[in-house]
T-cell receptor
Framework: EAGVVQSPRYKIIEKKQPVAFWCNPISGHNTLYWYLQNLGQGPELLIRYENEEAVDDSQLPKDRFSAERLKGVDSTLKIQPAELGDSAVYLC?????????????FGPGTRLLVL | AQKITQTQPGMFVQEKEAVTLDCTYDTSDQSYGLFWYKQPSSGEMIFLIYQGSYDEQNATEGRYSLNFQKARKSANLVISASQLGDSAMYFCAIFISGGYQKVTFGTGTKLQVIP
């Protein structure tokens, strides 16, 4: 079974430019997460989807970040415009909603460098 | 709000020895899950083990076991017979189930296995 797929794996952009990350979750997983991970820190949740609905976006900086999950499968996270402080790893994870144990399975992440 | 504390920024262990990575948590919720993830230098978060708040027995997965002490709010990871491939960052996370699901990761512990 294929795992969570993310692309691109690496991205280098200049500040003020837009950037987008794509995530394809594990087949059948209805919950999708986007995390930001700074160097030496744990992942921080940006947004969580259940199917097409963003059920928790309280930590998403909405002035420059946006996300969508059309049709409840793939998801895109966008930053516009990017700032130097956005340099980090962006992780996508998915899980199957239901039951207490909702193990999240992570993709390889996208390493973003803003110059 | 829930909180995860990992007090050991770095740990060393001799190959073939056992090691314990500490994790304490704070939540007022009764229903929650505790997870441990491994993150090697490649960056991908790998699920290791899960413990539910209502589970009476400590979870075990191969060489990994979780020492769950609910009254003390601790969920330490024990790795037996350490291998060189165990060198990585290890993250503890708490997942609050129920209507308003929340997930929080700790800051991680860097484990280095010495030959």
């Amino acid at each position: 079974e294929a795992g969570v797929v993310q692309s691109p794996r690496y991205k280098i952009i200049e500040k003020k430019q837009p950037v987008a990350f794509w995530c394809n979750p594990i087949s059948g997983h209805n919950t999708l997460y986007w995390y930001l991970q700074n160097l030496g820190q744990g992942p921080e949740l940006l947004i969580r989807y259940e199917n097409e609905e963003a059920v928790d976006d309280s930590q998403l900086p909405k002035d420059r970040f946006s996300a969508e999950r059309l049709k409840g499968v793939d998801s895109t996270l966008k930053i516009q415009p990017a700032e130097l402080g956005d340099s980090a790893v962006y992780l996508c994870a998915s899980s199957l909603r239901g039951g207490q144990q909702e193990t999240q399975y992570f993709g390889p992440g996208t390493r973003l460098l803003v110059l | 709000a829930q909180k995860i504390t990992q007090t050991q920024p770095g740990m060393f262990v001799q190959e073939k020895e056992a090691v314990t990575l500490d994790c304490t948590y704070d939540t007022s919720d009764q229903s929650y899950g505790l997870f441990w993830y491994k993150q090697p230098s490649s960056g991908e978060m790998i699920f290791l083990i899960y413990q539910g708040s209502y589970d009476e027995q400590n979870a075990t997965e191969g060489r990994y076991s979780l020492n769950f002490q609910k009254a003390r709010k601790s969920a330490n990871l024990v790795i037996s017979a350490s291998q060189l491939g165990d060198s990585a960052m290890y993250f503890c996370a708490i997942f609050i189930s129920g209507g308003y699901q929340k997930v929080t990761f700790g800051t991680g512990t860097k484990l280095q296995v010495i030959p």
